[in-house]
């Protein structure tokens, strides 16, 4: 009978949970969304090579800059659902410093690129929305883990 009792010495004790359910949702959606965005990119650079001229060497260039950009992706979901899930503010930090080139390259196939189809501002804007949403509650998440007490 005594093995199925809880141990006396976490009786009485109440653990607050700070982690952001709405941060982690959004982190858990742009993973998906992300996957969907570098299929898309991948899929729309093979349409723009055989239809539009390419200076020598462009073509391959914003190809790599998207799989250098689903690298950074990946680092800064996964920095920021550890952070969230663990209440460390440091993984938060970490993603928050790594939404800038996440940015700056979701505003390069926005903007920048040789040729911008209208799927590519589409595709661009959404993942524009979902970094942005993110940092806003990213930032939210330190602040709670900073004034939480440790216990």
């Known amino acids: 009978m005594a093995a199925t009792q809880a141990p006396k010495a976490n ?15 959004l982190l858990y959606l742009n993973g998906w969304y992300f996957g969907l965005f570098f ?33 950074i992706e990946a680092l800064r979901l996964f920095f920021a659902r550890k952070g969230n899930l663990t209440e460390k503010i440091i993984g938060v930090i970490v993603s928050i410093l790594l939404s800038v080139p996440a ?32 940092l806003v509650f990213g930032i939210i998440s330190i602040i709670t883990f900073a004034r939480a007490t440790p216990y």
């Open 11 to 25: 009786r009485g004790q109440v653990q607050v949970i700070r982690s952001s359910l709405p941060y982690e949702v």
């Open 39 to 71: 299929v898309c990119e991948i899929l729309l650079f093979a349409y723009k090579g055989e239809n539009f001229p390419y200076a020598s060497g462009v073509l391959p260039a914003e190809i790599i800059l998207v799989f250098i950009l689903a690298g």
């Open 103 to 134: 940015l700056l390259g979701a505003i390069f196939y926005l903007y920048w690129q040789t040729y911008v189809t209208r799927a590519d501002v589409i595709l661009a804007a959404i993942q524009l929305a979902f970094i942005g949403l993110q």
